[in-house]
């Protein structure tokens, strides 16, 4: 097993910009060059509901919501293991903020998020 460089950490917070930039002007199609087509999402919302799905679904709610100009975020990135990375984003904007984990492969030379577990605050 090769040791994670400063260049796969480097391209993994990169990998997450379009995730952010897309919660910064509330566009979903912003998102999109940082998941995988066939994403999941799992997790709980601040009213204790418990959201599911596609990430899709997340797509659609961003549309949704004003853009967060506000925005204030922290990237993570827990552990790399060759083509798999674990990142935890903390997100906050005025009244919400969120706590998510993204699990990242990278396929074909780019690191996709293949799965987001989040809690909302």
């Given at each position: ?102 699990t990242l492969l990278k396929i074909d030379g780019q690191w996709k ?6 809690h909302q605050y």
């Amino acid at each position: 097993m090769s040791k994670a460089t400063l260049k796969d950490y480097e391209e993994i917070v990169n990998a997450m910009q379009g995730y952010i930039q897309g919660n910064i002007e509330g566009k979903g199609d912003v998102m999109k060059s940082t998941f995988h087509e066939d994403a999941i999402m799992y997790g709980y919302t601040n009213d204790g509901n418990l959201s599911t799905g596609s990430i899709r679904n997340l797509y659609e709610l961003i549309d949704t919501l004003e853009p967060a100009k506000d925005l204030k975020y922290r990237i993570d990135v827990l552990d790399v293991a060759v083509t798999v990375a674990v990142v935890r984003i903390i997100l906050e904007a005025p009244g919400i903020e969120y706590a998510d984990y993204h699990t990242l492969l990278k396929i074909d030379g780019q690191w996709k998020v293949i799965s987001k577990v989040f809690h909302q605050y």
